[in-house]
């Protein structure tokens, strides 16, 4: 089995001296209810140790609806900071208000708050109904749908025309996605079944 050999094993592990030079606490504001992710917020971290970097591991298990941007553990150089980015998106309407840990390897632990308040946006149709009136067989009717985005935030709408497969949406050409507080608008739509389409197939046939 061989002659057990002692071996002797000299390691320096240093303090860890981190700060926070940037974002003691994050606030993102009215935030849409959806999984809708939002602009980035950053904090920024130093390492004031002048031999050694520092590991940094950011803990943001109590605030769920957190999502990290930049990859963890951090490495941060000697005399140097490095930013942390993060957005959030939470499905249900509620008030955030929790707080990140960050971890300095052999130094104390860093906490920032974090702060969100989740919302419905309150987005209205100007318009109380819609008569297209008389229209022939594969004929064509438009009509202009308005939506009033009362909120200051911006809004996601998805319209759900699952049941309504003769409606399409039209936007207009020169319609930004981002103009006004209405981000953009999501068409939902089912493709009909197969007898359903051979049904409407045969039907035009004996029309013609």
Known sequence: ??????IMCKGNCPKGECELVEGNEIDFGDVQVGDVETEEKFIKIKNKQPREP???HVDTSAIPEL??????PLRVHMNEDQSVSMTIACREQKQIN?????LVRGGKTL??????????PNVVIEEEAFDFGVITAQGEKTMPITFD?????????TMNLENERELDIIRPPNQNEKDGMLERIVEEKKEAPADEIEENQSDEEDET
């Open 111 to 120: 906490p920032v708050t974090v702060k969100a308040n989740v919302i419905v």
């Open 54 to 56: 520092a590991m940094v």
């Open 67 to 72: 999502k990290l941007t930049t990859s963890t």
């Open 98 to 102: 929790g707080t990140i840990l960050l």
């Open 1 to 6: 089995d061989g002659e057990k050999v002692e």
């Open 149 to 157: 985005n009362k909120s200051n935030i911006q809004a996601i709408l």
